[in-house]
């Protein structure tokens, strides 16, 4: 059963302190996503990468938000320093192909206090 | 640029009566299309999707969409609603090589 791969799938820190959350694609894949869901702002794409090459980052901000895909296995999305504003429910997406369907991880659920 | 319009946050209906979900979008080029259905705590599901071909689109657990390119239209629907169909539902937009822009989401209540 392929599925999105999340983990953590909660986690809780302190402001200021570096969070990692990682996501394993389905296999085969070549697109990822990473999306932020919010109940003020909904959900908001972060970046998306395809072939493992950054294609759209727009959404996210760049002094504390960095996403990379070390390899077509893994991809990162780090946050470094934490604030109370990024507590939201992080979710990666995984496709085949630029217009295809996204397939979605259950998400990790960031408490930054 | 393209974008994805949900009327209507919140959407309640009794068990039983027609659920119709309302998304409008905006493309400059041909759009895909979809719905998702997220459940409480879990991430996106893929309920149908159009690309070309057949305007009326059959998903999962009984709903379709149907896509009227002169209304900009891809309003979800299901005939008779049921208690566990209670969860947010997504319209995406995805036009060629840009990425897949979601809506703001409705929340559907079904009550008993």
């Known amino acids: 059963d392929a599925r999105v791969t999340q983990t953590p799938r909660h986690k809780v820190t302190e402001m200021g302190q570096e969070v990692t959350m990682r996501c394993q694609p389905i296999l085969g894949h070549n697109t990822v996503f990473w999306y932020r869901q919010t109940m003020m702002q909904g959900l908001e794409l972060l970046a998306y990468f395809r072939n493992r090459a950054p294609l759209d980052d727009s959404g996210m901000p760049k002094d504390r938000f960095s996403a990379e895909m070390p390899d077509a296995t893994l991809a990162t999305l780090k946050i470094q320093p934490s604030e109370p504003r990024d507590s939201a429910v992080y979710f990666c997406?995984?496709?085949?192909?630029?217009?295809?369907?996204?397939?979605f991880g259950q998400g990790t659920r960031l408490t930054v206090v | 640029a393209q974008s994805v319009t949900q009327l209507g946050s919140h959407v309640s209906v009794s068990e039983g009566a027609l659920v119709l979900l309302r998304c409008n979008y905006s493309?400059?080029?041909?759009?895909?299309l979809f719905w998702y259905v997220q459940y409480p705590n879990q991430g996106l599901q893929l309920l149908l999707k159009?690309?070309?071909?057949?305007?009326l689109v059959k998903g999962i657990n009984g709903f379709e969409a149907e896509f009227k390119k002169s209304e900009t239209s891809f309003h979800l629907t299901k005939p008779s609603a049921h208690m566990s169909d209670a969860a947010e539902y997504f319209c995406a937009v995805q036009t060629g090589a840009n990425n897949l822009f979601f809506g703001t989401g409705t929340r559907l209540t079904v009550i008993p």
């Open positions: 159009y690309t070309t071909g057949a305007t």
């Open positions: 997406a995984s496709g085949w192909d630029q217009r295809t369907e996204a397939f």
């Open positions: 493309s400059s080029v041909p759009p895909y």
